[in-house]
């Protein structure tokens, strides 16, 4: 007979769900895996869900793949267990042969600058999850009475909250936007919204697949100076061959800076060579002061000289740390690991475990390598009692049965407004819906 063993997977995010397919793959006819994702919403695929940007769609589409993972006999997906809550790190040592931990990064890097507490500076992990429905970010406070954001950061995140806050909104309607952001973003009188890159256009960390769609924004005129993208070109080749990412991501800002104005009223601005130095303002944010800075080589040198952008908004977008967890050590804003174990039986798979880096695809590899070392790590099946048994009386768990009926009455209520889906976004409700 097959040896059967238990893995407790908690989050089920894509590097969840690529933890168990590896798992999956792994199994022959003398191993089998009964696998557990549990997640804290009622809802799956963490940032596939919360993240992705709803003009994105292409990118979500990953979830069929998780939604085949999770077809597979000797899988359950178990919402509504809140690791620390209603379980804990000792429960699932003592409940499982092995536990994979793929909880990602949630909190938001701060800048450590003045006036971040400023009403009106916010963090892109509240942002983003604010505008894609996340239940725990409905209530975020984004005023968007201004006329002028400013989003800090080179990266794709940054990208995607400054393309939300710049396009019109009517781009959003026939996406799976929550209704509240979507009604927010059609009241907002944001106008102008500035990417800000502390260091050279070189050394962005946009990808280009993603710079390639803004001179495709129908609404939005982008604005990128080609001196800063020439001088950033010069100042890559004088270090050598450039690399087929930086080329590839220079050709795309040459193209975005040859792209004339067609006079819209909406306008994104990229701009490099920035630092954050001070959010100005009294009871809300008025500005944003920057270092200027220069490249000197692939040093950054601050040139002592320093640039006011007046502005309502401010979105940091510089990186995430994952949330600690009880009983878990941690390093550096990671689960503390060596090549994603933590400690015996327990490992790390995703952003949590390498920091928040690379697209959806890049957990897939990720996780299939730590998954390798847990099978190898096996011992004796423990044949504990089901994890289900620990939980608190009447406590509702949102099964794979339960999240289908969830699924299908967003997309339901979806279809006659002409979107993919109608995201549901209070837990009670979702609970309620997952009840039928
Ligand atoms: P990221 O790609 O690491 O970019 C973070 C940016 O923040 C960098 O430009 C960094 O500049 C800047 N930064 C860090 N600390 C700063 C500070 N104190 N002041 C000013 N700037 C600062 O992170 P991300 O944008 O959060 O994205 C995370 C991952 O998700 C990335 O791998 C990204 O590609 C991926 N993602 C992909 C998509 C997509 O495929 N469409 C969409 C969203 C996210 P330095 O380089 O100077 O440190």
């Known amino acids: 007979m097959a040896a059967q063993y238990k893995v407790a997977i908690v989050g089920a995010g894509p590097s969840g769900f690529f933890a168990a397919q590896a798992l999956q793959n792994l199994q022959s006819d003398d191993l089998k895996f009964e696998i557990d994702i549990i997640e804290r919403l009622p809802t799956p695929w963490g940032l596939v869900r919360s993240g992705v940007a709803p003009d994105h769609p292409k990118i979500k589409t990953v979830s069929k793949v998780f939604e085949k993972i999770a077809a597979e006999p000797g899988f359950r997906f178990l919402g509504n267990i809140d690791l620390g809550k209603e379980i804990t790190m000792d429960d699932l040592k003592n409940h499982y042969d092995a536990v994979v931990l793929a909880t990602g990064s949630a909190l938001g890097r701060k800048l450590g600058i003045p006036g971040e507490d400023l009403r009106g500076s916010l963090s892109a992990a509240d942002f983003v999850p604010w505008y894609n429905g996340h239940p725990d970010f409905v209530h975020v406070d984004v005023p968007l009475d201004g006329k002028v954001a400013v989003i800090i950061g080179a990266g794709n995140v940054a990208m995607d909250c400054a393309r939300i806050l710049a396009i019109n909104p009517e781009e959003l309607d026939s996406t799976d936007t929550a209704p509240h952001a979507l009604a927010a973003l059609h009241m907002s ?8 890159a502390r260091r050279g256009a070189e050394n962005a960390a946009f990808t280009a697949p993603e710079l390639r769609d803004l001179p495709k924004l129908e609404h939005t005129d982008v604005y990128l100076s080609a001196d800063e993208v020439s001088q950033a070109h010069a100042r890559a080749q004088a270090q050598g061959e450039i690399e ?35 959010i100005v303002g009294t009871e809300r944010v008025e500005g944003i002061t920057f270092s200027i800075n220069r490249m000197d080589g692939e040093k950054v040198v601050d040139t002592g000289e320093t640039l006011t952008i007046a502005c309502q908004l401010v979105i940091s977008a510089i990186g995430y740390n994952a949330e600690p967890l009880a009983g878990v050590p941690e390093d550096k804003g990671k689960i503390k690991n060596s090549e994603g174990r933590v400690e015996e039986n327990v490992y790390v ?32 099946p423990k044949g504990a009692e089901d994890i289900l048994n620990l939980l608190p009386a009447g406590h509702i768990v949102i099964n794979q049965e339960k999240w289908q009926r969830i699924n299908a009455a967003e997309i339901a209520a979806g279809e006659p407004l002409g979107r993919p889906r109608l995201k549901e976004v209070s837990r009670e409700k979702l609970l309620s819906l997952g009840e039928g």
């Open 189 to 196: 009188t944001i106008r102008e919204v500035h990417i800000a």
């Open 349 to 380: 798979v995703g952003w949590a475990k390498r920091g928040p880096s690379g697209v959806v695809g890049t957990n897939k590899s990720d996780a299939a390598d730590v998954m390798k070392l847990l099978v190898d790590d096996l011992k004796n």
């Open 244 to 278: 087929k990412e930086v080329r590839n991501n220079l050709e795309a800002m040459r193209l975005i800076s040859e792209n004339p104005p067609k006079g819209h009223e909406r306008s994104l601005h990229m701009q490099f060579l920035l630092a954050p130095k001070e």
